[in-house]
């Protein structure tokens, strides 16, 4: 037995471990580590982390093509090139398609971002989804991405023991290509995977050996990583909500196949651009108006790495972005809840309950109006609005056995933004949640009480509309 053998059979196999850069392939054909040591990138056969003596696995053992390790350190040596590699990197993937300009913005800082996934300042990882009918190009697309991407693996089927293994082993990028992904991910029991994998430090747990009894049984696999989706069919809306949507325009043309060897040039410069910013701290991005709640989440760290790659980048990163929250606002609008929250605008401006700084809002009247124009057999039942209401976290009391929601000028505001609707003009407020009433001199509060009550309808407790 060599050596080597040897050696290996004393080490733990690994490829992911604190101040691994990458892994690397020298001139032999031997699998390198490229990590930190004393600050500095270097190449080594073996390392000795907190733990174990850990040695790299075999190329047979890795789904992906590694990176030359002499061509990684030459263009480490280089220094920095960030806006040479970004304008060569945008001339590789317009090879194999064609997207509109805004998208191959969100694609490009995508396949950066890869890179750093894991660095300290990022806590999220979005999802990049093509979405569109068949032959639009979405799986060319996708694996021209999938190549060049930090340990990319393109995947054609969900199997959960495959899909932990690259997550917890590799930390790669997954390339999920679909006809039909919500279902795929039911009917193979890992929809918690593909929710969780946007969020650094997720987990998945298993019960893996049930024979050694509680607490030993459960194995935790981190599930945590860049994701790639193609699919035929619309996600799951809460699946959706991680995504950045990419609709393939209809551009018919010739364009070449992607391959990985053609990436291999491009993955030495991304993993150099990667040992480079790894260990350094990225810059503090304020929060953008129109950019809010998760998707200001999923899309933070792409301003980050426009920073690092080119400071007039995140205007056009901002402009991308602004595009999706556009479309995710018309979704959101004709959603049940949009259409609840376009009913209570109605019931607002109607009254000229807006200029108070609190009001009310009797559900009774909301029940009506949204009920108003749907057929007799789409008709929702109080209980079950009562209930959705709540769902949206808007207060409610009851007042003489009838109950309101309670609503001030700040979340209003907040409900119309986050529903696509246009938000209100800023104009001078009034101390008290008082107003005239008209015709009568009279100053009284912004609760409808005075109003006429109308008899509610009813149904199941248990009826959901469509």
Known sequence: MSDVETYTEA???????????????ADNGEVLFLHYQNGEAVLS????????????????YLPFLLPEAQEVMSALNEGDCSQL????FLAYLKRFSSLDDLQWILVAHFIFLTYLHDHSDISYCPYLLFYAVPERGKSRTGKSVCYVAFRGVHL????PPILFRYSHNLHGTLFLDLLDITQKAKKNDCEDILLLRAEKGATSPRVTNPEKGPFLDTTYYDIYGPTIIASNEQLHKILETRCLPIVMPNHPGNYENPKPELALDLKARLTAWRARYLSQPLPEISPINGITGRLWDITKPLFQIAQVIDPELVHRVKDAVLAIAGEKNLSRLDSTEGRLVAVIRELTEEKNLSICTEWEIKVSEIHRQFNKERP?????SSPWLGKKLKSMSLRNRTVNGRSEIQLNRHEYTILLEQYGANPLP????PEKSELLQDGTGVVGSCRESGHTRQPELYGGDDEIPF
């Open 11 to 25: 080490a733990n196999l690994s490829a992911f471990f604190p101040g691994l850069i990458d892994l690397c392939v």
């Open 156 to 159: 054609i089927e969900l199997r």
């Open 85 to 88: 590699l970004y304008e060569d």
């Open 45 to 60: 056969e073996r390392v000795m982390t907190d733990i174990d003596l850990v040695v790299p696995p075999g190329r047979e």
């Open 376 to 380: 007799a057999e789409h008709q929702v």
């Open 426 to 429: 800023t104009n001078p407020l």
